[in-house]
């Protein structure tokens, strides 16, 4: 079975001026390989800068890497062809409320992506951001609600249902469960797991979180510095991690770690 | 134990679109010299009101009731504004999530925190005064493990990472020796390295100086195992409140369960089975529902539930539910 997703040697350098010195460059990304296979679930871990969020954007076509190349079903993507990529990977943000537009009700924002992606009447299109909702838990009424008008849970669940109204293969997440309350939270991850399960989508997420990653994701990725350090089965490097920092980032919180001593010594 | 800070069946009553909603229903809370508790409850659940109730920084508008407010042998609600004010900046202060944005993003930080020395623990003439002023600030930024002082000093606000403006925040906060901390949310959206740093610190703080520290947090990973005893509470009603180990291992209330299981304390959880929660989403202030606000969402409610359950005691650990997960004898 070929791989759905193949990165080849991306890599992301930024320069910036600095008054009126040469302009300097710096490295977000070294060049990194990996490759995804269709419904598998990739976590990314790292500390704060260390390139997280620069893999996401990469792969997700927010930016455009300084080298290598990214295949799709074995088709390279073109950088600048945002249609393919748009239909096939999504991403989903932290902050669920300032990726959405304050001025267009739910319904008209879902709608944007199938006007500019599919050829199907108003009808049709309509009556799919009705399914949409529903997959993601919100009601057909929310198609006319205002995104203040919505808990941060249900303006995250507008962004998922964003991000897969046209059947991606790929979603692509950073950090979108850090600011969640955790009843919502569970509820989120809950909803990915089903719709991972219904649809085979490819769930590629930077995170903090060792539970949350520990419980969905099939490999971990650890980043250092803009290197890829560590890339292995998430079984493979809780057991026999070969590398400090994988242990720490894995590691649990310390109250955890605290009551699991009480309870070993009664 | 004594306790310095006493909340009995605190209420907040604000005006709404859908009329006086009580944002704290009776809530009641005790906070023992040296001790660190930590308050936990999801967004809306009042947490902050009532960081801002204990501080002091009150909208006229709200109607405050109480049986008790009281800190060490002062009776809060007695108090005129001016002298609540005073016990306030004499014996509290407070931390928030992002630091970054309430330091002053123009001034340099060593300005900012020379500023809070205490004018009365400075001695002598302007120019020495102002010089002990530096050495001072100096060695708060050491106090909170900064090692390189001046550097931090010199530097805006935004030159620093997150955990460092957070512990510089801490510095200020600790100048002037206060016996109370309430920290609000302080690592919410760190990564756990800086978070642990944190914690660490104020564990440290409370240890050597006797301060009490109340930590509020919205989730049960991030309480530290330094903290003596925790509350939850849910929609501005007390769910359950006690020791702290005794309420991570043996919960009597539904809402802790509930908590713990989605915070993955459930060792027995297989990867990628759906995680317990609660259905349905936190009812905003118009549509707060009546007697135990878990109802809705509570897997063990019935009838009874409309009537707001009164606090239940076992030993050190209370909890108001109607339908405990272990069953207890009550006798009121
Ligand atoms: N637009 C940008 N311009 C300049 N530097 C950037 C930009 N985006 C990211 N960086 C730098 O690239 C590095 C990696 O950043 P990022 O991918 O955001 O890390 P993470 O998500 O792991 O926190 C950091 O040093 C960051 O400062
Ligand atoms: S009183 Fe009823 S609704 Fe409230 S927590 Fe107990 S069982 Fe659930
Ligand atoms: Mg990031």
Known sequence: MTDLLEVRNI???????????????????????????RG????????????????????????????????LNGEL?????????????????QD???????????????????????????AEQQEHVYVTLQKVGLLPDHFDFYPHMLSSGQQQRVCIARAIILEPQIIVADEAFAALDPSIRAQIINLILDLQEDMGISFIFASHSPEIVKHVADKILIMHRGKMIEFDSTQ?????????LTKMLLQSEQLNKALKHTTTQE | MSNILDIR????????SAGTVKVLDKLSLQLAEGEIHTLVGESGSGKSLLAKAIMGFINPRWKITADRLWWRHYDLLALNPVQRRMITGRDMAMIFQNPGSYLDPNTKL?????????????????????ANRTVRAERLLHRVGIKDAEKVMNSYPHQLSEGVAQKVSIAMAIAHNPKLLIADEPTTAMEPNTRNQIYRLLAKLSASQGMSILMITQDLTSVIPESQRMSLVYCGQLMETGPTEKIMTEPFHPYTDAML??????????????????????????????GCRLGPRCPKSRRACIHQPRLSKVKQHQFACHFPLIEVETHD
């Open chain 1, 11 to 37: 890599s992301k350098y930024y320069s910036y001026k600095n008054g009126w010195l040469t302009p300097q460059r710096v490295c977000a990304l070294e060049p990194i390989s990996f490759s995804v296979k």
């Open chain 1, 40 to 71: 598998e679930t990739i976590a990314i871990m790292g500390e704060t800068g260390s390139g997280k969020s620069t893999i996401a954007k990469l792969i997700s076509g927010a930016e455009v890497p300084s080298s290598g190349e990214i295949f």
């Open chain 1, 77 to 93: 993507l073109d950088p600048n062809n945002h249609q393919q990529r748009c239909r096939e990977i999504r991403m989903i943000f």
């Open chain 1, 96 to 122: 669920s409320l300032r990726s959405l537009n304050p001025q267009l009700t739910i319904g008209k924002q879902l709608l944007e992506s199938l006007l500019f992606n599919t050829k199907w009447s108003a």
């Open chain 1, 236 to 244: 493979a490097l809780l057991t026999n991690p070969k590398q400090q």
């Open chain 2, 9 to 16: 069946n605190l209420t907040i009553e604000l005006e709404t």
């Open chain 2, 110 to 130: 060593g300005n900012q925190l020379r500023e809070t020395i205490p004018q009365s623990e400075l001695k002598g003439i302007y120019l020495r005064r102002k």
């Open chain 2, 261 to 290: 299981q989605m915070s993955f304390f459930n060792k027995e959880l297989v990867p990628k089975t759906r995680l317990p929660t609660l259905t349905g989403a936190i009812p905003t202030l118009q549509h707060m529902p009546i």
